[in-house]
């Protein structure tokens, strides 16, 4: 499986490429706040809670993709 790095509140992350944001940062101790993830529904949205900011834009968490050389911020004020 394809490999990528990220940078998720400066911490630098390598998961598979097929990994959404929100499953990389659990999967290495950050917590993002999300109520409607369940690991065996698809990924639905409609919380609003994980809410992250990639290159300025916000995202959900949830929904989006993790790519190679992403740099994901979960804290609007750092």
């Known amino acids: 499986m394809d ?8 911490v630098q ?5 097929d990994t959404t944001i929100l499953q990389a940062a659990l999967q290495n101790d950050i917590y993002i706040p999300h109520l409607c993830h369940h690991p065996e529904l698809k990924p639905a949205g409609v919380c609003r809670l994980c809410m992250v900011a990639v290159g300025g834009e916000v995202v959900f968490s949830c929904l989006t993709s993790v790519q190679q050389g992403m740099e994901v911020k979960t804290r609007s004020l750092e």
Not at 13 to 17: A, E, H, L
């Open 13 to 17: 992350i390598v998961t598979d490429k």
């Open 3 to 10: 490999k990528v790095t990220l940078t998720i509140d400066g």
